[in-house]
């Protein structure tokens, strides 16, 4: 899964959701977005795919998943209707601490 | 990682807002995308490693930036108020580059010198031209790809580059900056130089926030006021000696009268405590925050928040009102320490050197590597201490401490007690070289107009004070102490002067 190093993006396969990958665990399963694996750089898109309504709620620009562990976390930089799993299982939004602005 | 990537979100979620301005002239964030990705294409079209710029703020300053990164390659805003030697010698440091500057620089440059110049809105106009339809370039999302050289001020020698990788800019942004949290109504006033790491970080978090950043290129209180007035800003960023001069001009008027200026953060230099007391009476419905890094550090790693500065101001308590000359807590992204010279961690209240390490920590020098030790810890040479709650006081430069008959002194404390007299406007202690005490505390003191005072008064004052090791051997008396544009007193320009005579 070379395409799951920091900094890879992975594109939905059924709506306009994109990501990048900010952390990922040793033994990575692939992400889905509305319940289609995503795709890598230059992997084509297959037709006949369909967002899955059990993985429709969205995902946000500018917010970041995660998987329980924490040590997978996605950003969002294109957002779509599908939202986000793996094996089945959503990824849940990390919350912001939100700091004073500094600069 | 690239700070493209952050833009591009910029573009994707507010495109239509404006990212900044500048006097008449303004960009949207969707315009700085298209302008940056542009410039970018010109910048691999030519034979250059770096892309330098020299001149204050302008609209080229974020598109230089995103450009060089959307091209991968360094970012080098240099400090045009050096002596032209001095400048020539950094550039001799970054060749080839494409250099963005001013019409009378441009014209002055040598043919051939390895160094392309343009001139600033020529600069800015080639970018914004459109692009000419071809595919979007990809930009490297290489993390070790080189973001920003910064050259710092040396103690010695040649200036140092500081070395800040598209991984440190982005991790601190990351850290501190939630995306798109501001208002489109938002403004921040910019005031400080491109060439200072509170520069460059205030363009990555502006536009991660996508917060309006209005650019004031020369500093003065009378203009700064009445920008922040007429363009209703919402946010600014300070360094203390331009705090100083707001305030001063302020304070004859019934109120500062900027009702939309919710949040001044301020930092780079030493917060004096009566000068964040009355610009908090100025301000009272402001939000302060001091904000303390390095350009090592990607800029920021401790916050005194609102909260903090609000809680300090109102106590009876000193330990509790001391706070407000506190930086305060880490970042949640950083860890911080105090160490001795051997190296041991010390425990809270015990002053040493504030080391400090997380991912937006570069301490990588060009030419001198990585200045980490082999856990990854930076030493900040800044000396100070924590609070038994984790808040970090500074206490000055860790190589500015006098050594005197084996006894370490702090300058900044026999300073305190001699600004503290009624007639001392200024001074400045540091250590000369002394055969009996290895070195001997001398002290250059600014009187106030119409007062007077001798050496012995003020050496009685001391020593009333502090210990008697810390009474200065020598005083001196001149009209002005030396700082430099970001409010630093640059106590080894003294001790050179003083060896001198």
């Given at each position: 899964m070379?395409?799951?190093?920091?900094?890879?993006?992975?594109?939905?396969?059924v709506?306009?959701?994109?990501v990048?990958?900010?952390?990922?665990?040793d033994?990575?399963t692939p992400?889905?977005?509305?319940?289609?694996m995503?795709m890598?750089?230059?992997e084509?898109?297959s037709d006949?795919?369909?967002?899955?309504?059990l993985?429709?709620?969205?995902?946000?620009?500018?917010?970041?998943y995660s998987?329980d562990?924490g040590?997978l976390e996605?950003?969002?930089?294109?957002?779509?209707e599908g939202s986000?799993?793996?094996?089945?299982?959503?990824?849940t939004?990390?919350g912001?601490?939100?700091l004073?602005?500094?600069? | 990682?690239?700070?493209?990537m952050?833009?591009?979100?910029?573009?994707q979620g507010?495109?239509?807002?404006?990212?900044?301005?500048?006097?008449e002239?303004?960009?949207t964030?969707?315009?700085?995308?298209?302008?940056?990705?542009?410039?970018?294409?010109?910048?691999?079209s030519?034979?250059c490693?770096y892309?330098?710029m020299?001149?204050?703020?302008s609209?080229?300053l974020?598109?230089?930036?995103?450009?060089?990164?959307?091209?991968?390659?360094?970012?080098?805003?240099?400090n045009?108020?050096?002596a032209?030697?001095e400048?020539e010698?950094?550039?001799?440091?970054?060749q080839p580059?494409?250099?963005?500057?001013?019409?009378?620089r441009?014209?002055?440059?040598?043919?051939?010198?390895?160094?392309e110049a343009?001139?600033r809105q020529?600069f800015?106009?080639?970018a914004?031209a459109?692009?000419?339809?071809?595919?979007?370039?990809?930009?490297?999302?290489?993390?070790?790809?080189?973001?920003?050289?910064?050259?710092t001020?040396?103690?010695?020698?040649?200036?140092k580059?500081?070395?800040l990788?598209?991984?440190?800019l982005?991790?601190?942004?990351?850290?501190?900056?939630?995306f798109?949290?501001?208002a489109?109504?938002?403004?921040?006033?910019v005031?400080?130089?491109?060439?200072?790491?509170?520069?460059i970080?205030?363009?990555?978090?502006?536009?991660?926030?996508?917060?309006?950043v209005?650019?004031?290129?020369?500093f003065?209180?009378?203009?700064w006021?009445?920008l922040a007035?007429?363009e209703?800003v919402?946010n600014?960023?300070?360094?203390?000696?331009?705090?100083?001069?707001?305030?001063?001009?302020?304070e004859?008027?019934?109120?500062?009268?900027?009702?939309?200026?919710?949040?001044?953060?301020?930092?780079?230099?030493?917060?004096?405590?009566s000068?964040?007391?009355?610009?908090?009476?100025?301000?009272?419905?402001?939000?302060f925050t001091?904000?303390?890094?390095l350009?090592?550090?990607?800029s920021?790693?401790a916050?005194?928040?609102?909260?903090?500065?609000?809680?300090a101001?109102?106590?009876?308590n000193?330990?509790?009102?001391?706070?407000l000359?506190?930086v305060?807590?880490?970042?949640?992204?950083?860890e911080?320490?105090i160490?001795?010279?051997?190296?041991?961690?010390l425990?809270?209240?015990?002053r040493g050197?504030?080391?400090?390490?997380?991912?937006?920590?570069?301490?990588?020098?060009v030419?001198?590597?990585?200045s980490?030790d082999?856990d990854?810890?930076?030493?900040?040479?800044?000396?100070?201490?924590?609070?038994?709650?984790?808040?970090?006081?500074?206490e000055?430069?860790?190589?500015d401490?006098?050594?005197?008959?084996?006894?370490?002194?702090s300058?900044?404390?026999?300073?305190d007690?001699l600004?503290?007299?009624?007639?001392?406007?200024?001074?400045?202690?540091?250590?000369?070289?002394?055969e009996?005490?290895?070195?001997?505390?001398?002290?250059i003191?600014?009187?106030k107009?119409g007062?007077?005072?001798?050496t012995?008064e003020?050496q009685?004052?001391v020593?009333d004070q502090?210990?008697?090791?810390?009474?200065?051997?020598?005083i001196?008396?001149?009209e002005?102490?030396?700082?430099n544009e970001?409010g630093?007193?640059l106590?080894?320009?003294?001790k050179k002067r003083?060896?001198?005579?």
């Amino acid at each position: 899964m070379s395409q799951y190093k920091p900094g890879a993006r992975l594109r939905s396969a059924v709506c306009t959701t994109e990501v990048v990958v900010i952390a990922v665990p040793d033994t990575v399963t692939p992400v889905s977005c509305g319940g289609a694996m995503m795709m890598g750089e230059g992997e084509q898109l297959s037709d006949g795919v369909t967002l899955a309504p059990l993985f429709a709620d969205g995902t946000e620009l500018g917010k970041r998943y995660s998987d329980d562990s924490g040590q997978l976390e996605l950003l969002c930089v294109k957002p779509g209707e599908g939202s986000l799993s793996v094996d089945g299982v959503a990824l849940t939004l990390k919350g912001a601490k939100p700091l004073p602005s500094s600069d | 990682m690239n700070v493209m990537m952050l833009l591009e979100m910029a573009a994707q979620g507010f495109g239509e807002r404006v990212a900044f301005s500048n006097g008449e002239a303004s960009m949207t964030y969707g315009q700085l995308f298209g302008a940056a990705q542009q410039a970018a294409r010109q910048l691999k079209s030519r034979d250059c490693e770096y892309v330098a710029m020299l001149g204050v703020s302008s609209l080229a300053l974020p598109i230089g930036l995103f450009a060089s990164a959307c091209a991968g390659l360094p970012f080098v805003p240099l400090n045009y108020r050096l002596a032209a030697k001095e400048i020539e010698a950094l550039l001799q440091r970054i060749q080839p580059a494409w250099l963005i500057t001013d019409r009378e620089r441009v014209e002055s440059r040598p043919a051939g010198s390895g160094i392309e110049a343009i001139e600033r809105q020529q600069f800015i106009d080639l970018a914004r031209a459109g692009h000419d339809g071809s595919r979007q370039p990809a930009w490297s999302m290489d993390q070790e790809d080189v973001g920003v050289l910064l050259f710092t001020s040396g103690t010695t020698g040649a200036p140092k580059a500081a070395v800040l990788r598209q991984k440190h800019l982005v991790s601190y942004i990351f850290a501190s900056v939630e995306f798109g949290c501001a208002a489109e109504s938002d403004a921040a006033l910019v005031a400080v130089p491109p060439y200072h790491i509170a520069g460059i970080a205030a363009v990555l978090s502006s536009v991660y926030s996508g917060r309006r950043v209005v650019q004031l290129p020369n500093f003065s209180a009378g203009e700064w006021i009445k920008l922040a007035r007429r363009e209703r800003v919402t946010n600014a960023f300070l360094v203390p000696t331009m705090l100083a001069q707001i305030v001063n001009e302020l304070e004859g008027e019934a109120s500062a009268d900027m009702p939309h200026l919710r949040a001044l953060s301020y930092g780079g230099g030493k917060m004096p405590q009566s000068l964040i007391e009355r610009a908090m009476a100025l301000f009272p419905e402001t939000d302060f925050t001091n904000a303390y890094g390095l350009t090592e550090t990607s800029s920021t790693i401790a916050l005194l928040g609102p909260n903090d500065h609000r809680d300090a101001a109102a106590s009876q308590n000193p330990q509790l009102r001391r706070r407000l000359t506190s930086v305060g807590r880490p970042l949640p992204s950083v860890e911080v320490e105090i160490r001795d010279e051997a190296g041991a961690v010390l425990a809270p209240g015990q002053r040493g050197e504030i080391y400090v390490r997380g991912e937006q920590v570069s301490g990588e020098y060009v030419g001198r590597g990585s200045s980490l030790d082999a856990d990854g810890w930076f030493p900040t040479r800044d000396a100070g201490s924590l609070d038994e709650e984790g808040y970090l006081f500074l206490e000055g430069r860790a190589d500015d401490v006098i050594v005197r008959g084996g006894e370490n002194l702090s300058p900044g404390e026999i300073e305190d007690v001699l600004l503290a007299h009624q007639a001392v406007a200024d001074a400045a202690v540091f250590g000369v070289p002394d055969e009996q005490w290895g070195e001997a505390v001398a002290a250059i003191v600014v009187i106030k107009p119409g007062e007077a005072v001798s050496t012995q008064e003020l050496q009685a004052w001391v020593g009333d004070q502090l210990r008697s090791s810390r009474v200065p051997q020598s005083i001196r008396f001149t009209e002005e102490l030396p700082y430099n544009e970001m409010g630093k007193l640059l106590r080894r320009v003294l001790k050179k002067r003083y060896q001198e005579h």
